[in-house]
Nanobody, 115 residues
Framework: VQLQAFGGGLVQAGGSLRLSCAAS????????MGWFRQAPGKEREFVAS????????HYVDSVKGRFTASRDAVKNTVYLQMNSLKPEDTATYYC?????????WGQGTLVTVSS
């Protein structure tokens, strides 16, 4: 499984970004696609997840109501729509996938939110 994340950038507080994660390889409907982030000097943290079939979204409390995970079956891509961004959302965001834990990781994409 190969994952490629992109879509990061610089945005002002209150703005929006959409991250994309293009996936290839053997991925099954029950596999979980996850988004993690790591801010400078902090540990990597879970942000959101959704199954490859596009169901069962989960979010960390700090992004609930602001971030939405989704999947495009035609494009084999999962998305993380991020609205009402805050400076504390600044981090490198990673997409990941797996059936029993997160076995595959893509490269990160940097999101910087200015105040």
């Amino acid at each position: 499984v190969q994952l490629q994340a992109f879509g990061g950038g610089l945005v002002q507080a209150g703005g929006s970004l959409r991250l994309s994660c293009a996936a290839s390889g053997r991925i099954f409907g029950s596999d979980v696609m996850g988004w993690f982030r790591q801010a400078p000097g902090k540990e990597r943290e879970f942000v959101a997840s959704i199954t490859w079939s596009g169901s069962s979204p989960h979010y960390v409390d700090s992004v609930k109501g602001r971030f939405t995970a989704s999947r495009d079956a035609v494009k084999n891509t999962v998305y993380l729509q991020m609205n009402s961004l805050k400076p504390e959302d600044t981090a490198t965001y990673y997409c990941t996938a797996g059936s029993n834990g997160y076995n595959y990781w893509g490269q990160g994409t940097l999101v910087t939110v200015s105040s």
